[in-house]
C-alpha cells in the first residue's frame, strides 16, 4: 500500500512539474526577469551584436584586419539569424508525434552545425589574421563556448 501512494505521489508530483514548466514556457518575457529565463527570451541576433562589439573592442581590430573581421561579422550575423529563424518556426508548428518531433529536431541541429560550420571558416580565416597577443584574446574568448 505504501509503495501505490508513493508512486502516486511521484507521478503527481512529476505532472504538476510539467504543468509548471509549460505554463513558465509561455509567459511573456519581461524587463525585470533574470538568469536563465530571460536568455531563453532574449533576442538571439541582439545578443550576438553585442558580442561582437565587445570582441571587436577587446581584440583591437586594426584597419588591416578590418576585412577579415568584416567577414566574419558577417557570417556570423547570417548563421545566427538563420539559427533564431529556424528556431522560431519550429516554436509554431502544428503539434507533432514524438517521431516527427524527433526528426525535426534532428533537422534543425544538422542547419544548426551547417551555420556553425560557416562561422568556423570565417573565424579560422579572421584567427590567421590576428597577432599573437590578439590570438591570445581570442583563445581566452572562445574557451567560453558552450556546448
Known amino acids: 500500500m505504501k509503495r501505490m501512494q508513493l508512486v502516486t505521489m511521484l507521478m503527481s508530483s512529476l505532472f ?3 504543468l509548471t514548466t509549460t505554463a513558465c514556457a509561455e509567459e511573456p518575457a519581461s524587463n525585470t526577469e533574470s538568469g536563465c529565463k530571460a536568455r531563453q ?6 545578443n550576438s551584436e553585442k558580442h561582437l562589439a565587445a570582441f571587436k573592442k577587446e581584440l583591437k581590430i586594426t584597419s588591416n584586419q578590418e576585412p577579415t573581421w568584416g567577414i566574419y561579422v558577417e557570417k556570423t550575423r547570417s548563421s545566427v539569424k538563420d539559427i ?3 528556431m522560431n518556426e519550429a516554436t509554431h508548428e502544428q503539434p507533432q508525434t514524438a517521431p516527427e518531433r524527433f526528426d525535426r529536431h534532428i533537422e534543425l ?3 544548426r552545425l551547417a551555420n556553425f560550420e560557416k562561422m ?8 590567421a589574421a590576428l597577432t599573437p597577443e590578439q590570438k591570445a ?6 574557451s567560453r563556448l558552450r556546448h
Open 84 to 86: 533564431r529563424d529556424r
Open 41 to 46: 527570451h532574449a533576442d538571439p541576433v541582439a
Open 120 to 127: 568556423d571558416e570565417a573565424l579560422k580565416q579572421l584567427y
Open 16 to 18: 504538476m512539474a510539467s
Open 109 to 111: 541541429m544538422k542547419e
Open 137 to 142: 584574446i581570442a583563445d581566452r574568448h572562445f
